[in-house]
């Protein structure tokens, strides 16, 4: 026999009675996948599975609502629920034919969590639920098989101890450890049957002594226990962290699926395996996986043994891989996504025991949506909405080894390439030490024997990941792929000393701090720093984004301020540049000086000498901006910073300039002295420079418009847009509009050719938003400047909140995001709500668009396009992530976009 499958009777839910148990298998399943939320990803699967007749051991489902109100309880059952998992456990003992503690044919059953968002490795699971002195003889007679028995009892005690009791793990590998020593044997496997008792009994002593008691025998108590430590994880600092790295918000808890164990450990006609329906790290297609002969499922995601390819089962047992890749395919199809699933062999016959949408790499992600779309499974919306993460995108966009291999690094081990990409760090041997080096600003490779859940935060803050233990569906691989992270698993040339804090492969050492690189595609580990360089967008990328383009409202510009960032976002697909930040073309060299010049002038006349030598410099940058930018807008900023920016500020800095202006240091000094602000962010700049000095604003857009004038004479289509910086009043925009418009009327006068622009304005004080309709009426568009509009609304400086208070806010959950990086909605987000709707009333063809970093966050971007602006501006390596993620806020929004 190589599969089982139910007769099913799909139970309705009765919405007059809230349950907090579901069943699923055995003939009677409650639940569906469209009940994700109140089963957990994990549970409305498995009931999901059941309803398609596919070989699931019967199980019941506690709800994620029995968790919050576990929570509500302080950390006690609610009532009814106690009646509620007895009626549970009366449906897997009438589907097995098993009862609890039974001393002829008990019922064991597995314990995990299961949230309505993956969290691969975060939360608790105990299996071999319902052994004590008495089943595990039973279990023994049952099966014919005493050393399963016995192996699955000493699993038991460890998994309850560790997870429910809070037992160390590591005491119960001491004692593993220290018997395989006396016995003289490697590994677990070749411990018999007398070993393995012997062990039980050491087993008990390690939790005895942690405890002061014994383990219970009752497998009803271990269950309660049990369902407590699995609800208890939910809040652990381990899945907080993951909760927060990931912005996973609004859930209420983690669902509790208790399930029939099946025995992946009862000899060579048994085992376990992960697998993913396409490979998780390329996407290409056909099933990939490991399998573990004689083994139980927590050996292969934990990375405690390293598996054998997926092959191994198909060689071993042909009819049961053959079962598999059929339930595979049907779930792939089923689901219209990659499938992760974890899968059981017992005596021949096959048992599914879990299936989610697989975490895959960017590279993975973009193929396995165009090749679901080319298959007909999915629709182009579909795989735009649901397969491919902005994230995905951004993975994409960062950079790579030299693959003509002259990087400048060393190759001294080879791993498994458990998550591609190119990482490089100082190497270190603790989740603490990554965490405070990130903090540090050090880039950091975390390497560790094998990565736990306790981990998280270290692997998140690492650059890459190296373990020497460790399959391709370990944490560590299901995590760093998850997250995009470099990852080389399975290093066995390496030996990691954790508390000395080096690994040696024989004839090299690291120690900390010595730096590492990671090849996460061919599991290469090289020793120094590895060059890196810039990525590129395949065809498979491409092809999605063009998707993409197809449904999104929101345009997608970039904030450029050179020919060479201009066509790198043209090449991204930017359909214009929603900001030129003129300031930054000043600091290139043979500039900075002109324009200090022109910052010390006593006298207007000698400021417009300084400006007339910048005026040709600047109307060549802007031409070839147009030139780049041929047929798209072009919003350029005048002068924004404060002036002190421009100004030495050391001795040899204030001498030179004093040398070049022939005047004396002390000249110098006192003039820096006098244009030196408290606070120069608040200060004299933006508008208020143009504003005092109208000469700066004039010269700029004589080089803009002459540069205008010029590109369309040599056949640019140029569309050039003047953005006002800092405006708070209707009177310091209608001026600098003034200045603008004079001096265009001059040039177009003097060149006989006219190019169409626009005048608008940046919103980043909060004043102007609330007075919006009063700019709109004479401003043709508004561009909020997100950063400043953020620094200003909270009262936080973005250049110091970052490494002060920001981190404690962030942790203490006083604030659920940086602010400067994904935008407040309740306070900034209203500003922007309310200006956007007091400027379109006053002006309905005002054009609304976004230029802070904000414009490149997805969450932002979703933000924006609800709020009815038109486009959003980021930089140039952001604008393919911000065209997802505008076409996906516009899916969303759709009525007639199919659920997933």
């Given at each position: 026999?190589?599969?089982?499958?139910?007769?099913?009777?799909?139970?309705?839910?009765s919405?007059?009675?809230p349950?907090r148990?579901?069943?699923f298998g055995?003939?009677?399943?409650?639940?569906?996948?469209?009940?994700?939320a109140?089963?957990g990803g994990?549970g409305?699967?498995?009931?999901?599975?059941?309803?398609?007749?596919?070989?699931?051991?019967?199980g019941?489902t506690v709800t994620?609502?029995?968790?919050?109100?576990?929570?509500?309880?302080g950390?006690?059952?609610?009532?009814?629920l106690?009646?509620?998992?007895?009626?549970g456990?009366?449906?897997l003992?009438?589907?097995?034919?098993?009862?609890?503690?039974?001393?002829?044919?008990?019922?064991?059953v597995?314990?995990?969590?299961?949230?309505?968002?993956s969290?691969?490795?975060?939360?608790?699971?105990?299996?071999?639920?319902?052994l004590?002195?008495r089943?595990?003889?039973?279990?023994a007679?049952?099966y014919?098989?005493e050393?399963?028995?016995?192996?699955?009892?000493?699993r038991?005690?460890?998994?309850?101890?560790?997870?429910?009791?809070?037992?160390p793990h590591?005491?119960?590998?001491?004692?593993?450890?220290g018997?395989?020593?006396?016995?003289?044997?490697?590994?677990?496997?070749?411990?018999?049957?007398?070993?393995?008792r012997?062990l039980?009994?050491?087993?008990?002593?390690?939790?005895r002594?942690?405890?002061?008691?014994?383990?219970?025998e009752d497998?009803?108590?271990?269950?309660?226990?049990?369902?407590?430590?699995v609800?208890?994880?939910?809040?652990?600092?381990r899945?907080i962290?993951?909760?927060?790295?990931?912005h996973?918000?609004g859930l209420?808890?983690?669902?509790?699926n208790?399930?029939?164990?099946v025995?992946?450990?009862h000899g060579?006609?048994?085992?376990?395996g992960?697998?993913?329906?396409r490979?998780p790290?390329?996407?290409?297609p056909?099933?990939?996986?490991?399998?573990?002969?004689?083994?139980q499922?927590?050996?292969?995601?934990?990375?405690?043994?390293?598996?054998?390819?997926?092959?191994?089962?198909?060689?071993?047992?042909?009819?049961?891989y053959v079962?598999l890749?059929a339930a595979?395919?049907r779930?792939?199809?089923?689901?219209?996504d990659?499938?992760?699933?974890?899968f059981?062999?017992?005596?021949g016959?096959?048992?599914?025991?879990?299936?989610r949408?697989g975490?895959?790499t960017?590279?993975?992600?973009?193929?396995?949506?165009?090749?679901?779309?080319?298959?007909?499974?999915?629709t182009?919306?579909?795989a735009?909405?649901?397969?491919v993460?902005p994230?995905?995108?951004?993975?994409?966009?960062h950079?790579?080894?030299a693959?003509?291999?002259?990087?400048?690094a060393?190759?001294?081990?080879?791993?498994?390439?458990?998550?591609?990409?190119a990482?490089?760090?100082k190497a270190?041997?603790?989740?603490?030490?990554?965490?405070?080096?990130?903090?540090?600003?050090?880039?950091?490779?975390l390497?560790?024997?094998?990565?736990?859940?306790?981990?998280v935060?270290?692997?998140?803050a690492?650059?890459?990941?190296?373990?020497?233990?460790?399959?391709m569906t370990?944490?560590?691989?299901?995590v760093?792929?998850?997250?995009?992270?470099?990852?080389?698993?399975?290093?066995?040339?390496?030996?990691?000393?954790?508390?000395?804090?080096?690994?040696?492969?024989?004839t090299?050492?690291?120690?900390?701090?010595?730096?590492l690189s990671?090849?996460?595609?061919t599991?290469?580990?090289?020793?120094?720093?590895?060059?890196?360089?810039?990525p590129?967008?395949?065809?498979?990328?491409?092809?999605?984004?063009?998707?993409?383009?197809?449904f999104?409202r929101?345009?997608?510009?970039?904030?450029?301020?050179?020919?060479?960032?201009?066509?790198?976002?043209r090449?991204?697909?930017?359909?214009?540049i929603?900001l030129?930040?003129?300031?930054?073309?000043?600091?290139?060299d043979?500039?900075i000086?002109?324009?200090?010049?022109?910052?010390?002038?006593?006298?207007?006349?000698d400021?417009?000498?300084a400006?007339d030598?910048?005026?040709?410099?600047?109307?060549?940058?802007f031409?070839?901006?147009?030139e780049?930018?041929d047929?798209?807008?072009?919003?350029v900023?005048l002068?924004?910073p404060?002036l002190h920016?421009?100004?030495?500020?050391?001795?040899a800095?204030?001498?030179?300039?004093?040398?070049?202006?022939?005047?004396?240091?002390?000249t110098?000094?006192?003039?820096?002295?006098a244009?030196r602000?408290?606070?120069?962010?608040?200060?004299?700049?933006?508008?208020?420079?143009?504003?005092?000095?109208?000469?700066?604003?004039?010269?700029?857009?004589?080089a803009?418009?002459?540069a205008?004038?010029?590109?369309?004479?040599?056949?640019?289509d140029?569309?050039p847009?003047?953005m006002?910086?800092?405006v708070?009043?209707v009177?310091?925009?209608r001026?600098q509009r003034?200045?603008?418009?004079?001096?265009?009327a001059a040039?177009?006068?003097?060149?006989g050719?006219t190019?169409?622009?626009?005048?608008?304005?940046m919103?980043?004080v909060?004043?102007?938003a609330?007075?919006?309709?009063?700019i709109a009426e004479e401003?043709?568009?508004?561009?909020?400047g997100?950063?400043?509009?953020t620094?200003m609304?909270?009262g936080?400086?973005r250049?110091?909140?970052?490494t002060?208070?920001?981190?404690?806010?962030l942790?203490?959950?006083?604030?659920?995001?940086?602010?400067f990086?994904t935008?407040?909605?309740?306070?900034?987000?209203?500003?922007?709500?309310?200006?956007?709707?007091?400027?379109?009333?006053?002006?309905?063809?005002?054009h609304?668009?976004?230029?802070?970093?904000?414009?490149?966050?997805?969450?932002?971007?979703?933000f924006?396009?609800e709020a009815?602006?038109?486009?959003v501006?980021?930089?140039p390596?952001?604008v393919?992530?911000?065209?997802?993620?505008a076409?996906?806020?516009?899916?969303?929004?759709?009525?007639?976009?199919?659920?997933?």
């Amino acid at each position: 026999m190589t599969s089982s499958v139910d007769t099913l009777t799909v139970q309705p839910t009765s919405t007059d009675v809230p349950r907090r148990v579901y069943r699923f298998g055995g003939g009677h399943t409650d639940g569906d996948r469209s009940l994700k939320a109140l089963l957990g990803g994990k549970g409305a699967n498995l009931a999901e599975m059941s309803r398609l007749g596919l070989p699931v051991p019967p199980g019941f489902t506690v709800t994620t609502e029995a968790c919050a109100a576990f929570y509500d309880a302080g950390r006690e059952w609610p009532g009814g629920l106690d009646e509620e998992v007895e009626a549970g456990v009366a449906h897997l003992e009438a589907a097995t034919g098993r009862r609890f503690g039974d001393a002829r044919r008990p019922l064991l059953v597995s314990v995990r969590s299961g949230a309505a968002v993956s969290m691969p490795g975060m939360m608790d699971t105990v299996l071999d639920l319902g052994l004590n002195d008495r089943t595990v003889e039973a279990l023994a007679r049952a099966y014919g098989d005493e050393r399963s028995a016995w192996d699955a009892y000493r699993r038991f005690l460890d998994m309850f101890g560790d997870v429910v009791m809070g037992v160390p793990h590591a005491g119960f590998e001491t004692a593993l450890q220290g018997l395989k020593d006396e016995r003289g044997v490697t590994d677990d496997t070749d411990l018999d049957v007398v070993a393995l008792r012997d062990l039980v009994d050491r087993y008990k002593a390690v939790y005895r002594r942690h405890t002061g008691h014994m383990p219970p025998e009752d497998p009803r108590e271990q269950l309660r226990f049990a369902i407590d430590a699995v609800f208890g994880s939910w809040r652990s600092d381990r899945a907080i962290t993951y909760r927060r790295i990931n912005h996973i918000r609004g859930l209420v808890g983690t669902a509790v699926n208790v399930q029939a164990m099946v025995f992946g450990n009862h000899g060579e006609g048994s085992g376990t395996g992960v697998l993913f329906s396409r490979h998780p790290s390329t996407g290409a297609p056909g099933l990939f996986g490991e399998y573990l002969a004689n083994a139980q499922g927590e050996d292969v995601v934990a990375g405690i043994r390293t598996p054998q390819p997926l092959s191994a089962l198909r060689d071993a047992m042909p009819e049961v891989y053959v079962d598999l890749e059929a339930a595979v395919t049907r779930l792939e199809r089923h689901y219209g996504d990659m499938q992760d699933i974890e899968f059981t062999v017992e005596e021949g016959t096959l048992y599914l025991l879990q299936t989610r949408n697989g975490k895959r790499t960017g590279a993975a992600a973009v193929k396995i949506a165009t090749d679901l779309v080319r298959e007909g499974v999915v629709t182009k919306d579909r795989a735009v909405r649901d397969l491919v993460e902005p994230g995905h995108v951004d993975q994409l966009l960062h950079p790579r080894f030299a693959t003509d291999g002259d990087h400048g690094a060393t190759p001294i081990a080879k791993g498994l390439p458990a998550s591609p990409g190119a990482a490089v760090g100082k190497a270190v041997f603790s989740a603490e030490a990554a965490e405070a080096a990130k903090a540090a600003g050090d880039a950091v490779i975390l390497v560790r024997v094998e990565t736990s859940p306790e981990d998280v935060g270290g692997m998140h803050a690492a650059e890459g990941i190296l373990t020497s233990r460790g399959g391709m569906t370990s944490h560590a691989a299901v995590v760093a792929r998850g997250w995009g992270k470099p990852c080389v698993a399975g290093c066995d040339g390496i030996v990691v000393n954790e508390e000395r804090r080096h690994v040696t492969t024989g004839t090299v050492t690291v120690r900390e701090g010595d730096w590492l690189s990671l090849d996460g595609t061919t599991g290469e580990v090289l020793l120094g720093r590895a060059e890196l360089v810039p990525p590129g967008l395949s065809d498979d990328v491409t092809e999605v984004l063009a998707w993409a383009d197809e449904f999104r409202r929101l345009g997608v510009r970039a904030n450029a301020d050179q020919p060479a960032d201009a066509e790198q976002a043209r090449a991204f697909g930017a359909e214009g540049i929603g900001l030129c930040r003129t300031e930054h073309m000043f600091f290139e060299d043979g500039r900075i000086e002109a324009v200090r010049e022109m910052i010390l002038a006593e006298t207007e006349h000698d400021r417009r000498a300084a400006l007339d030598a910048l005026l040709p410099l600047q109307r060549g940058d802007f031409r070839a901006l147009f030139e780049a930018m041929d047929g798209l807008p072009v919003t350029v900023r005048l002068l924004d910073p404060p002036l002190h920016e421009f100004l030495p500020h050391d001795d040899a800095g204030v001498e030179a300039l004093a040398d070049r202006l022939g005047v004396s240091v002390g000249t110098v000094r006192r003039r820096v002295a006098a244009l030196r602000e408290q606070n120069p962010m608040l200060g004299h700049r933006g508008c208020r420079l143009g504003v005092t000095h109208p000469e700066i604003t004039e010269t700029q857009a004589r080089a803009l418009f002459e540069a205008a004038v010029e590109a369309a004479e040599a056949g640019a289509d140029v569309r050039p847009e003047v953005m006002v910086p800092l405006v708070g009043t209707v009177a310091e925009f209608r001026h600098q509009r003034a200045v603008v418009d004079e001096v265009a009327a001059a040039v177009f006068a003097e060149r006989g050719r006219t190019v169409p622009y626009l005048v608008g304005t940046m919103i980043e004080v909060p004043r102007a938003a609330l007075l919006a309709d009063a700019i709109a009426e004479e401003a043709a568009f508004f561009s909020f400047g997100t950063n400043d509009l953020t620094q200003m609304t909270f009262g936080y400086s973005r250049d110091d909140a970052g490494t002060g208070f920001l981190p404690q806010y962030l942790d203490a959950k006083i604030l659920p995001d940086d602010p400067f990086q994904t935008i407040d909605q309740e306070g900034v987000g209203l500003l922007v709500r309310n200006a956007a709707a007091l400027g379109r009333n006053a002006n309905p063809a005002l054009h609304l668009g976004v230029c802070g970093e904000h414009g490149g966050d997805p969450e932002s971007v979703a933000f924006f396009h609800e709020a009815g602006l038109d486009y959003v501006s980021c930089s140039p390596f952001r604008v393919p992530v911000a065209r997802l993620a505008a076409a996906q806020a516009a899916l969303r929004d759709s009525p007639d976009t199919p659920e997933a």
